[in-house]
């Protein structure tokens, strides 16, 4: 099947500075990734959805100047947390694929804490 | 609002026992319906979805549109089955939206 990557899988960082976290697809192209966020033993809340050459679409309550996405090319999406605080400690998964009746792909997760 | 339902956090049964995980979803169109499951330390991966009407690891659930219910089912647990479990409900688009989560420990 589909292999989605994250990278990195765990970063810790202190308050206040940005943390870039990247999602590939390396076996297809996804015109579509989409993001979610997980706290602990809770479900996957979707973020926004992030489309290639364009703008991303946001959930409702999702700052988009606090969670930078980006989707440069057919293989990679970036999501930046800026100005991290404690609060924005979570679990963050992307996934890809998932349109046009096609399975959806998730990533293996990286963990963000910070201090 | 779209909405997936799984009531139970926890559920425990012994190897052998029929399982069946619980799911209620609230949509005002044609939804596709979805049961993901997530083992120990390993990524989110499909299990099965209602339009292929298939049977994996013994797994079966059937949409029940009277009842906006899609249970997952399977006759005789096996430990191997113990993970996380989510419904998750995909609109017209795009869009997935997951429930909640189900455990399911399988004791020997």
């Known amino acids: 099947g589909a292999v989605v990557s994250q990278h990195p899988s765990w970063v810790i960082c202190k308050s206040g500075t940005s943390v870039k976290i990247e999602c590939r697809s390396l076996d297809f192209q996804a015109t579509t990734m989409f993001w979610y966020r997980q706290f602990p033993k809770q479900s996957l809340m979707l973020m926004a959805t992030s489309n290639e050459g364009s703008k991303a679409t946001y959930e409702q309550g999702v700052e988009k100047d606090k969670f930078l996405i980006n989707h440069a090319s057919l293989t990679l999406s970036t999501l930046t947390v800026t100005s991290a605080h404690p609060e924005d400690s979570s679990f963050y998964i992307c996934s890809a694929g998932g349109t046009g009746g096609n399975e959806q792909y998730f990533g293996p997760g990286t963990r963000l804490t910070v201090t | 609002a779209q909405r997936v339902t799984q009531p139970e956090k926890l559920l425990s049964v012994f190897k052998g026992a029929p399982v069946e995980l619980k799911c209620n979803y609230s949509?005002?169109?044609?939804?596709?319906l979805f049961w993901y499951v997530q083992y120990s330390r390993q990524r989110l991966q499909l299990l099965l979805r209602h339009i292929s009407r298939e049977s994996i690891k013994g797994f079966t659930a059937d949409l029940n549109k009277g009842e906006t219910s899609f249970h997952l089912k399977k006759p005789f647990a096996q430990e191997e089955d113990s993970a996380m479990y989510y419904c998750?409900?995909?609109?017209?688009?795009?869009?997935?939206?997951f429930g909640a989560g189900t455990r399911l420990f399988v004791k020997a």
């Open positions: 998750a409900l995909r609109d017209g688009g795009f869009k997935t939206i």
């Open positions: 949509y005002s169109g044609s939804p596709e």
